[in-house]
């Protein structure tokens, strides 16, 4: 079956950076769209980033992380990243990647088919 498998996490201290991988199997990667989301505990799931397929990548952000993190993609490896810049506490989550077979990028975790199984960032002040 379908497998994502995320690394790269860490315990790091504010200002620092993290890029997190996410690795994808048994799916024809170059042609869903990625996504990361993080949970904080006691916390929703929340939308971080994604990258299209189509059109050269779009990626779209969210608010929170606009200027700090930059998602990519490297379709001949399956592999998604996630590159975190300036983090900050409130950063600290467990980040999934999820993979979803739209046509373009979404904000909601029911619009993605597939998850991985998390990786945990905690950051320090």
């Known amino acids: 079956q379908v497998q994502l498998v995320e690394s790269g996490g860490g315990s790091v201290q504010a200002g620092d950076s993290l890029r997190l991988s996410c690795g994808a199997s048994?799916?024809?990667?170059?042609?869903?769209?990625m996504g990361w989301f993080r949970q904080a505990p006691g916390k929703e799931r929340e939308f971080v980033a994604d990258?299209?397929?189509?059109?050269?990548?779009?990626?779209n952000y969210a608010d929170s992380v606009k200027g700090r993190f930059a998602i990519s993609r490297d379709n001949a490896k399956n592999t998604v990243y996630l590159q975190m810049n300036s983090l900050k506490p409130e950063d600290t989550a467990v980040y999934y990647c999820?993979?979803?077979?739209?046509?373009?990028?979404?904000?909601?975790?029911?619009?993605?088919?597939?998850w991985g199984q998390g990786t945990q960032v905690t950051v320090s002040s």
């Open positions: 048994r799916l024809p990667f170059s042609y869903y769209v």
């Open positions: 990258i299209s397929w189509r059109g050269g990548g779009g990626t």
């Open positions: 999820a993979a979803s077979a739209r046509s373009s990028g979404s904000y909601y975790s029911r619009d993605y088919d597939y």
